[in-house]
């Protein structure tokens, strides 16, 4: 689900409700069960979820991990560095090769110092080039807000702030995830398991001229978050899920993209994160060259 599944200990469990609240236990999961509409001939049924909530609140925590709403940017560094203590241990516990388990050392050395460098500030005079990205709907530039993002070859995180307070996260999943699968192929037998068999299927419209902007499905949870999925591959390469504490959307307003990106972008996996000037090679890493970005891409004049 894009979250590691080692954290969670009753320790660091005990340690995150004492500091942000202890989560509402979540009731046994339930069978679905069988809802009818219609009468005679016209009367269909189907099995539904009997506790859709819970189940998208049981996704939601999954994914979200080892962080609460309302952690501060070092809180989440420093927990962004125990996935990757997490991860490379597991490396390391499947080798026995120096060579190998060298190479591991390295690579969390580099994962670690990547989390400080990959901090922005959403501010006009920091020249960022994120507004011409996958995620360039979910800031507001002077605003008091801040981001941390991670990569892997199939997908990128992004944790946004608020005053300095974590209320969101964005999982970025390039079409190489699960190669050869739709969206929608996606969405059933990926998305729907997680978060539950019946999410609300919404859309996004202009407010002057009633063009619709995007499609999209939202799930909510007991917890009071909200968990939306789109396909953003046709400009973005990417499939998307985004979490946001409700309480802080009411506050701030929804952030949605408007799927009327143009041309401008390609839809090459590599443009998952950003507009001609950025782009990622084939292990991930940003490459903000733009001439370089062009031959990755193809697209070099000759």
Not at 66 to 87: C, H, N, P, S
Not at 139 to 157: A, H, Q, R, Y
């Amino acid at each position: 689900m894009g979250a590691r599944e080692s954290y969670d200990t009753e320790d660091e469990e005990s340690a995150l409700n004492e500091s942000y609240g202890a989560r509402p236990e979540l009731p046994p999961v339930q069978k679905p069960v069988e809802k009818c509409t219609g009468k005679g001939k016209a009367r269909e049924c189907s099995m539904v979820d009997p506790q859709p909530e819970v189940t998208a609140a049981r996704g939601a925590r999954a994914i979200i991990g080892r962080f609460r709403w309302g952690m501060d940017i070092k809180t989440v560094m420093a927990q962004l560095e125990k996935d990757i203590e997490d991860e490379y241990a597991e490396l390391q516990a499947k080798t026995k090769d120096p060579m190998q388990q060298d190479k591991n050392r390295e690579w969390k050395r580099e994962a670690i110092g990547e989390i400080t460098k990959n901090h922005v500030r959403f501010e006009t005079a920091a020249h960022h080039r994120w507004g011409v990205s996958l995620i360039g709907h979910e800031f507001k530039d002077n605003d008091n807000e801040e981001m941390i993002w991670i990569k892997s070859p199939t997908l990128k995180k992004f944790y946004f702030f608020k005053g300095g307070d974590l209320y969101k996260i964005v999982y970025a999943y390039g079409t190489q995830a699960w190669p050869g699968l739709t969206y929608q192929q996606i969405l059933d037998e990926k998305f729907k398991t997680w978060f539950g068999s019946s999410p609300e299927a919404k859309a996004e419209f202009d407010e002057e001229t009633q063009i619709k902007l995007i499609d999209y499905v939202q799930w909510n949870t007991t917890d009071g978050d909200r968990v939306r999925a789109f396909d953003m591959t046709a400009v973005h390469g990417a499939f998307v899920v985004s979490i946001v504490q409700g309480e802080s959307e009411d506050e701030y307003g929804a952030r949605l993209p408007t799927g009327l990106e143009s041309s401008d972008f390609t839809d090459d996996v590599s443009d998952v994160l950003g507009g001609s000037d950025i782009c990622y090679d084939a292990e991930g890493n940003m490459i903000e060259d733009p001439e370089k970005c062009k031959k990755i891409r193809g697209d070099l004049d000759i």
